[in-house]
């Protein structure tokens, strides 16, 4: 995952930066780090990405409000 698809990943669920590192359990740091491309994309947030995008939309919605709770 590049950091523009990062950045992608985090506007197609509603999420600011912070938001998506907190959903795919990074640091907040990480998650400014991994959007601007100073560090690579974790391969955790990566794939914990992918799964919330396996899930039907009802799905992926409530597991991002619980992650941001």
């Known amino acids: ?9 985090a506007r197609k669920h509603g999420l600011s930066i912070e938001e998506a ?5 990074t ?3 990480n998650a400014f780090k991994f959007a601007n491309g100073s ?3 974790s ?3 990566y794939y914990n990405a992918e ?3 396996l899930l039907d939309k009802e799905k ?3 597991l991002i409000q619980k992650r941001l709770a």
């Open 1 to 9: 995952m590049t950091a523009d698809e990062f950045k992608a990943w």
């Open 21 to 25: 590192g907190a959903v795919l359990g």
């Open 27 to 29: 640091s907040r740091a």
């Open 39 to 41: 560090r690579p994309v």
């Open 43 to 45: 391969k955790s947030a």
């Open 51 to 53: 799964a919330i995008d």
């Open 60 to 62: 992926s919605i409530k």
